[in-house]
């Protein structure tokens, strides 16, 4: 079977053209595009959580200071301002904050005797 040209205003698509009974190239049917899903929450798009999940806050067990920034991207070496304790010392803080957190001595004092962690 000899290849023929392709025949100008018809794409391959890299695929070589066959001839049919009347001799024109056959033309293949392009399959409706396939929506990429994700397996596993591999790969897919990424949902908006970063504005749904409220700010975690981080509070030294030792002292009652709150961490006030992303805890998790903090250096492992990172020590609490107020009282040097190790990263290892900080617990999620389960009271409320309002805004900034308020690290005052006696703001300290009473969420350290408080033990919201």
Known sequence: MALRAPVAGHQSFGAVPRASAIGRPVVASRQPAVKAQALF??????KETATAVATQYYICVDCGYIYDGDFKKAPGSYKCPVCSSP???FKVYKGAVKGKP???GAAMKQRFQARQW
């Open 41 to 46: 929450g591999f790969g897919g798009s990424k």
């Open 87 to 89: 990263k290892s010392r």
């Open 102 to 104: 308020n690290n005052t």
